[in-house]
Structure formats: C-alpha cells, structure tokens
C-alpha cells in the first residue's frame, strides 16, 4: 500500500500506474546486496519498481516522466540501467539513427519495454 508516502505519491500512483511500494518492514536487507537494515543502513524506496534498497545500491536519480517525476528520483541500479537504455533509444529515435534504431529491433529487445520508462510516444 502507499500509506504513509503521502498524498503526492498516491495520486502519482493511482493516475500513471507507479508501481506499488513494497511495505517497509517487509524485508529486513537490500534487495540487491543483502545488507542488514538497521538505525544506520536505512531502507530507501527505488521509484521505479517499488522494491527496498540500501542507500548504495539506490543512489542513482533519473526523472520518471511517466509517473509525473519530472525532477530525478531515486532509482536501483536495475531501473537505472533501464532508464539509460530508454533515453539512448528515444535519442536515436529523436535524432533519426536508423541504424541504431535497427539495432534494437533486430536484437529481438522489446523496445516498448525500453520506452516504458517514459509515456507511450506518438507519431
């Protein structure tokens, strides 16, 4: 649930489909490097997938467009890779890289999963 994240996060939520916040005391370590969480190695929110992180391995910022973060939020290392994956594909796309574009398709990535960081794009 998104209690306690406050209302900005709910309509966030509710409105672009962001994901669900795992619960806080769902999890006692990080999800990537299984640290314990404890009063100094606090549990910190990817914006991205939802998941529980240490402060290490969810240190990178990125805006989220399409859950209405226009200014970096807090990502994991896995969403922000995804994030960088996105953002190579619409400049190639922005810039009529064809050959890049290509790339893509024929690598058999699902470029809508790519995308996906940012809202749908029209032509």
Do not use: M
Request: hydrophobic share 30%; with cysteine.
């Amino acid at each position: 649930s998104s209690k306690g994240k406050g209302w900005i996060y709910e309509a966030a939520s509710s409105v672009n489909g962001a994901p669900t916040w795992d619960e806080d005391n769902s999890t006692e370590s990080c999800r990537s490097c299984n640290q314990k969480f404890s009063l100094l190695l606090r549990r910190h929110h990817c914006r991205h997938c939802g998941h529980i992180f240490c402060a290490s391995c969810c240190r990178e910022k990125r805006p989220l467009p399409k859950f209405d973060f226009l200014q970096p939020v807090r990502v994991c290392r896995a969403c922000a890779q995804l994030c960088w994956k996105a953002e190579s594909l619409l400049l190639a796309i922005r810039t009529e890289n064809v050959q890049l574009v290509s790339r893509y398709v024929k690598s058999g990535k699902d470029c809508n999963f790519y995308t996906g960081v940012f809202p749908p794009l029209t032509i």
